[in-house]
């Protein structure tokens, strides 16, 4: 059984594709990313399929960027020790996924 999550918040679906919040919003309602739904916040926050989301990450940075960028994030987040090194290997997948 998979434990990976499928679905995403805007600000995680940001940082696969390397854009910001708001870009992740323009892309919902232009059609390029449909929203799986929205969170009950204040403000309607949206919720996305990271199959989608990978889609658009590929489109706009290539398959390889994606790649590395997620790479580099799992490994973040699987890190038990250093918190400093924690921290640089999320900087590292930001300044990946910008590539």
């Known amino acids: 059984m998979p434990t990976e ?8 679906a940001a940082e696969i594709i390397g854009v ?3 870009t992740v919003q323009r892309l919902a309602k232009s059609g390029e990313l449909p929203p799986a ?3 009950p916040a204040a403000r309607g926050v949206f919720e996305f399929n990271r199959e989608d989301v990978e889609r658009v ?3 706009r940075r290539g398959p390889l960027g994606l790649i590395r960028a997620m790479a580099l ?15 640089w290997l999320r900087d ?8």
């Open 57 to 59: 990450a590929v489109k």
């Open 92 to 99: 590292r997948a930001k300044a990946e996924a910008t590539r």
């Open 73 to 87: 994030e799992d490994a973040a987040d699987e890190w038990d020790g250093d918190p400093d090194v924690a921290s």
């Open 5 to 12: 999550r499928t679905k995403l918040s805007t600000q995680q």
């Open 20 to 22: 910001s919040v708001s």
């Open 37 to 39: 739904g929205r969170l």
